[in-house]
């Protein structure tokens, strides 16, 4: 997650939003040929990739059943560490 990120107003806000366990949808744009590294954050669930236009980047979707909010926060910081990537 980015350096200014305020990971306790997120996670208010999940807490607020979501009743734990939730199902929770990620979404993640990489560089083409990182699809492989988003999929290992979430090892057993399904992920949707749509390629851009002109082929550079692809957007992944994973909805992925998740017990609290950590855990969601604990995913985004996993991705960051990504290359490249950009979570919406």
Do not use: C, H, W
């Amino acid at each position: 997650m980015e350096k200014n990120f305020d990971t306790v107003a997120f996670k208010e806000r999940l807490e607020d939003q979501n009743s734990f366990p939730a199902l929770y949808m990620f979404k993640f744009i990489v560089p083409n040929g990182k699809e492989s590294e988003i999929a290992a954050l979430l090892p057993n669930n399904e992920m949707k990739i749509k390629t851009s236009s002109k082929g550079n980047y692809v957007s992944a979707t994973i909805k992925a059943m998740m017990p609290d909010s950590q855990s969601i926060i604990d995913v985004y910081e996993k991705a960051a560490k990504i290359e490249g990537v950009i979570s919406l």
